[in-house]
């Protein structure tokens, strides 16, 4: 077999392998590819890192659930780092009845880092049905929407949330969206009647969709993809911030290298064919 039949058969099991070890060990040995920051994530950091620590809580909705987990679950963790950096109060609540999951879950582990008290410095509203009719809700009025927390706790009895009317009192929503419900129900329904200030972190295929509520001023900023949680990430790590993880950078390391052997395949694939048809 001569050099030109060798590279057009290359067995099927070592293009697995070499892939799937291109995937797993920048996992788990980081290689620190380089990272940069597009301009429509810089504008939602730039939001949160405008508020000063004493600014009115912002109000992050988890919409996605346990599928769009690996994209938007990083930049969920990245927020509440960032808010909680900065000292910044947070009210968590969901769309999606598996959001709420989801939220717990950065709940239970991003405020014991930075020795948050739950009811001053955060409070977790949980799931309620009826997407459209919460968010106009939470323009009327917090606590008809929501009149206890998770927990099943009055609102009026935690200290972070018994001063909240409405959005009057909130300096700034962030959508995590897999879908509908999701920023495009903040986006009609709040953000285009009460005028807060919104942002996004989206699913990579939705990425294009949300340009042009971006650039009409709607949107804050995005997050896109796996990558914006990656830039969301090395962003933060840049200004010395603690951060819980850097599993989107970690991820998008495994992403790139197993693209980059994929389309290295593709290429010797294709010079095989062409020496092989030549050769006929």
């Known amino acids: 077999m001569n050099f030109a039949e060798k590279i057009a058969k290359i067995p099927r099991q070592i293009i697995?392998?070499?892939?799937?070890?291109?995937?797993?060990?920048?996992l788990i040995v980081p290689i620190g590819m380089a990272i940069n920051v597009m301009p429509q994530t810089q504008k939602l950091i730039d939001a949160i890192e405008s508020l000063p620590p004493d600014s009115k809580p912002v109000l992050i909705s988890c919409d996605f659930d346990p599928q769009s987990m690996p994209e938007l679950y990083p930049m969920l963790e990245a927020a509440l780092n960032h808010c909680f950096n900065k000292g910044i109060k947070v009210l968590v609540l969901?769309?999606?009845?598996?959001?709420?999951?989801?939220?717990?879950i950065a709940l239970k582990k991003v405020p014991e880092v930075y020795n948050k008290t739950y009811?001053?410095?955060?409070?977790?509203?949980?799931?309620?049905?009826?997407?459209?009719?919460?968010?106009?809700?939470?323009?009327?009025?917090?606590?008809?929407?929501?009149?206890?927390?998770?927990?099943?706790?009055?609102?009026?009895?935690?200290?972070?949330?018994?001063?909240?009317?409405n959005y009057n009192d909130i300096s700034l929503v962030i959508s995590f969206s897999a879908g509908d419900p999701g920023y495009r129900t903040w986006l009609l329904y709040g953000q285009s009647?009460?005028?807060?200030?919104?942002?996004?972190?989206?699913?990579?295929?939705?990425?294009?969709?949300?340009?042009?509520y971006l650039n009409s001023g709607q949107l804050?900023?995005?997050?896109?993809?796996?990558?914006?949680?990656?830039?969301?990430?090395?962003?933060?790590?840049?200004?010395?911030?603690?951060l819980t993880s850097r599993n989107a950078t970690k991820a998008m390391d495994a992403q790139s290298l197993g693209h980059f052997?994929?389309?290295?395949?593709?290429i010797i694939g294709n010079v095989g064919y062409f020496l092989l048809r030549r050769k006929k």
């Open 261 to 266: 052997f994929i389309m290295v395949f593709i």
């Open 220 to 242: 804050t900023g995005v997050f896109a993809g796996m990558k914006g949680a990656a830039e969301y990430e090395t962003a933060l790590a840049k200004k010395g911030y603690t």
């Open 16 to 26: 697995y392998v070499i892939i799937a070890l291109a995937i797993i060990i920048p």
């Open 94 to 104: 969901a769309l999606w009845p598996q959001g709420a999951g989801m939220a717990e």
């Open 193 to 212: 009647k009460f005028g807060f200030k919104l942002g996004t972190g989206v699913t990579a295929v939705s990425a294009a969709d949300t340009y042009p």
């Open 119 to 165: 009811g001053e410095d955060y409070v977790f509203l949980g799931y309620k049905a009826g997407a459209a009719a919460v968010v106009l809700g939470l323009g009327d009025n917090f606590k008809n929407v929501f009149p206890a927390d998770y927990y099943n706790t009055p609102l009026d009895s935690l200290p972070l949330t018994a001063n909240i009317k």
